[in-house]
């Protein structure tokens, strides 16, 4: 099952390829939640419910117009999980909302190309009527310049470029300081267990965590989300890492690709080396 990422984005913001190709996904919608999209939707495998998410609707404002359906479908969806029936939720969408690569310690918001060239020089004022889309939900657009580490909402949480803004939601255009979209007192509020994301050329689980707050047992920790970074599956190159973030479990660059296993209680997950099969991370999550 499909997740859209920037790499789809940047196909002129249509979306087309990935539409055609992946385009019964808006129909596999739990507790008659058809989505009409394949760009978020949802489903259930076994013990779990899955929500897959468009997360450049935070970061592009070509994409910025589908946050107040996909948003609504979201929290819609999550009200009416059976958790006798699926009793683990898991998140999917591109973009991490906590990680430790090196472009975390970088300024650049990493909004993509055609956006943003990785050799972009610092000062390159921003496309002609950048941030339209979100200006016109009444919100401001992410950061042109990005976002140094310490800028986040919670202190000391490195930036992985818009995660600030997938969590806490954006920043309404009003002044008044409130934020609308953010979805982890979405993920809060419904228990969500498990973030599965990629964009970054890497392997990184946290512990369980919230807002910043972590706790370093998978034992039931209630309100807590594990983020699990799973991008060392096969990209053109490795991302390196920065300085460990005191959220994170494990870490690797290896080229690895991640095996779950579920029941009722528990939620099981192997990170394999992609050479040899080798397990290199363990992670028992429960209920």
């Keep these: 099952m499909m997740t859209p990422g920037n790499h789809e984005a940047d196909c002129n913001y249509t979306y087309q390829n990935y539409k055609g190709r992946f385009a019964a996904q808006n129909y596999t919608g739990t507790n008659n939640t058809n989505s009409r999209s394949s760009r978020w939707y949802s489903y259930d495998k076994g013990a779990v419910h899955f ?13 910025a117009y589908i946050l107040p359906e996909q948003y609504a479908f979201i929290e819609q969806d999550l009200k009416l999980v059976d958790r006798t029936v699926t009793p683990w939720i898991v998140l999917m969408g591109h973009r991490p909302m906590y990680c430790s690569s090196a472009l975390a310690y970088t300024t650049n918001s990493h909004l993509g190309w055609p956006k943003q060239t990785e050799n972009m020089e610092s000062g390159t004022p921003p496309p002609p009527r950048y941030g339209h889309g979100f200006q016109a939900l009444g919100v401001d657009p992410p950061v042109w310049e990005g976002q140094k580490r310490g800028e986040n909402s919670v202190q000391e949480v490195p930036s992985c470029g818009i995660d600030d803004l997938i969590r806490n939601g954006m920043w309404k255009s009003d002044g008044s300081g409130d934020r609308l979209y953010a979805m982890e007192p979405l993920m809060s509020k419904y228990h969500v267990n498990v973030y599965l994301t990629g964009h970054e050329h890497n392997y990184e689980r946290t512990y369980p965590l919230m807002n910043g707050s972590y706790v370093k047992s998978y034992l039931k920790p209630q309100g807590k989300t594990v983020h699990v970074l799973t991008g060392a599956g096969g990209a053109y190159g490795k991302d ?5 973030a005191y959220f994170d479990a494990f870490r690797s660059s290896e080229w690895s690709y991640s095996d779950i296993f579920v029941n009722q209680t528990h939620f099981i997950l192997h990170q394999k080396l992609a050479t040899n099969g080798s397990v290199i991370d363990e992670m028992v999550l429960t209920q």
């Design 51 to 63: 929500i897959s998410m468009d997360t450049d609707a935070w970061g592009f404002d070509e994409v």
């Design 240 to 244: 390196p890492f920065g300085p460990a």
